[in-house]
């Protein structure tokens, strides 16, 4: 069982930078493939960023690549999101989720875990 709670959301405007947090507890971190997904306003949740057991691997959605950064820190059960160049279209509510073992890092059927989400709103 994996506990994620997200943190770091918030109202920025565009052309702006925010950094998501999410913490983990209840199994060991680093046997754990990372993502962080978003859902909009009446749209489906999409990929956002995602990153390998290790953190050596990254995989980004082409509408956020050169923009996010993912990374993770074993040491702390932690992953981060940095954002930066926000655009409006980037509101949304952005969760993080955990998949074990080794796979793709951009599906979401392969996730199993999941946090609650904490909103991102960016205005024009």
């Known amino acids: 069982q994996v506990q994620l709670i997200e943190s770091g959301g918030g109202l920025v405007q565009a052309g702006g930078s925010l950094r998501l947090s999410c913490a983990a507890s209840?199994?060991?971190?680093?046997?754990?493939?990372m993502g962080w997904f978003r859902q909009g306003p009446g749209a489906e949740r999409e990929f956002v960023a995602g990153?390998?057991?290790?953190?050596?691997?990254?995989s980004y959605a082409d509408s956020v690549k050169g923009r996010f950064t993912v990374s993770k820190d074993n040491g702390r059960n932690t992953i981060n999101l940095q954002m930066d160049a926000l655009k409006p279209e980037d509101t949304a509510v952005y969760y993080c989720?955990?998949?074990?073992?080794?796979?793709?890092?951009?599906?979401?059927?392969?996730?199993?875990?999941w946090g609650r989400g904490t909103q991102v709103t960016v205005s024009s």
């Open positions: 989720a955990s998949a074990p073992g080794i796979g793709t890092l951009n599906s979401p059927a392969e996730y199993t875990y």
């Open positions: 990153i390998s057991r290790s953190g050596y691997s990254t």
């Open positions: 209840g199994s060991p971190f680093s046997l754990y493939r």
